[in-house]
């Protein structure tokens, strides 16, 4: 049986959001040459969301793509001789710019690995920062967060689950711990 807590719900989903935001105006010192990379699934509508919020804040429209990172994976023969490719979706020059990764979830940092493959065979950024909204800690690669919404300590048996109301009706952070 599984035991299911709830992390964040809609309000604090929202808040992570906003105060992310803050900070990635705070620390670019506005919102100049900035373009938002959300990774496949769930970093596309956070990437969206943050684009929103900073144009709410400082009423400048945040250029957003997202990438696939399906063939950058370092794992990929583990998970299927014929992976699904979505492709990536980047319609602007990302030389010399400030790129922000968005993602779900930070784990091992497999993901952010290969979403920093993908961005380099498509231009050459000024600075790649990372947004996170849950950082849930097991690191196998020296790769942390420059923005993250809410810090989680887990074990590595707990699985973090996001859910959006883009992709699944709801908006909510749980972990769940499989209980034997």
Do not use: C, W
Request: aromatic content about 2%; charged content about 35%; hydrophobic content about 40%.
């Amino acid at each position: 049986m599984k035991k299911q807590v709830k992390l964040m719900d809609e309000n604090a989903i929202n808040r992570a959001i906003t105060r992310i935001a803050h900070e990635i105006l705070e620390k670019n010192k506005g919102a100049k040459d900035i373009i938002l990379i959300g990774i496949k699934t769930r970093g596309i509508p956070l990437a969206n969301r943050l684009a929103q919020r900073i144009k709410e804040i400082e009423n400048t429209e945040i250029k957003v793509g997202f990438v696939d990172i399906t063939l950058y994976r370092d794992d990929l023969s583990k998970e299927s001789l014929d992976p699904v490719i979505h492709g990536s979706k980047i319609d602007y020059n990302i030389d010399d710019k400030i790129v922000i990764l968005v993602d779900d979830v930070l784990f091992t940092g497999r993901t952010v690995r290969a979403a920093l493959d993908a961005l380099v065979d498509i231009g050459r950024p000024r600075a790649i920062q990372l947004a996170i909204l849950v950082d849930r800690g097991h690191r196998e690669l020296p790769i942390r967060a420059d923005y993250v919404g809410k810090n989680v300590p887990t074990s590595r048996e707990e699985i973090v689950k996001v859910q959006l109301e883009e992709t699944d009706g709801i908006n909510l952070v749980t972990i769940e711990e499989d209980k034997k």
